[in-house]
């Protein structure tokens, strides 16, 4: 049973489209998804689900949570394979002066193909730095995202999918708990243990409980 990691797109910012971290749980828990934990209030959950479609998972989640909560957050979905992808294609990796909190990774609700990431690609930024890398664009920002001009809503139609951004301290905070896990030394395979329909959820809970938001 595969791990995914559920980002909702603009929940909490701004006084507006306010969904509880304990309320987005029972939800997770209403779909029958093993051991949902809330990571950070910008709304992240952690779950074990038996649906392979992800495009159909995502949707489910998408019509409950417009049920429940009366509006319709857009719902990215990643497992932890693809998010330890994510980390592997940092473009930024090993560069000196590069600050975590400036990096931002706009996880994409579809792959948007190599024509339109090359038109998108061509937008002028500014100072800020922008790769495009199958569903995920990273980007840079040097004066803080705060100050941007970053024409995110014009990169966003080129592209024709939409996202939802996380900094890179966020993004190697959710994948922090199975590197934990697998200092522990225990002998069951790392591998083994991201599968499995039981054994994980312990970890799940254990690692998360403690991160803000959960």
Not at 27 to 54: H, R, Y
Not at 56 to 82: M, N, Q, S, W, Y
Not at 128 to 148: K, N
């Amino acid at each position: 049973m595969p791990v995914i990691i559920c980002m909702l797109r603009g929940v909490n910012v701004g006084g507006r489209n306010k969904i509880k971290m304990d309320e987005l749980k029972k939800l997770c828990l209403s779909l029958k998804f093993k051991t949902p934990q809330t990571f950070i209030q910008s709304g992240n959950v952690v779950f074990c689900a038996d649906e392979k479609d992800m495009a159909k998972l995502a949707k489910r989640i998408e019509e409950a949570l417009e049920k429940k909560f009366g509006f319709r957050p857009g719902v990215v979905l990643r497992t932890f394979a693809d998010l330890q992808g994510v980390i592997a294609k940092n473009p930024f990796a090993g560069r000196k002066g590069i600050e975590p909190g400036k990096l931002l990774v706009n996880f994409l609700a579809d792959d948007p193909g190599k024509e339109a990431r090359k038109q998108a690609q061509a937008i002028e930024t500014g100072p800020d730095e922008m790769h495009l890398i199958g569903r995920e664009a990273y980007i840079y920002f040097p004066d803080g995202q705060g100050r941007s001009k970053l024409p995110w809503a014009k990169i966003e139609r080129t592209l024709g999918t939409f996202g939802t951004g996380r900094n890179w301290n966020s993004v190697t905070k959710c994948w922090q708990w199975p590197k934990r896990w697998k200092a522990r030394g225990s002998s069951t395979s790392l591998r083994q243990r991201l599968s499995c329909s039981g054994c994980i959820s312990c970890d799940i809970a254990q690692t998360l409980r403690a991160a803000p938001g959960s």
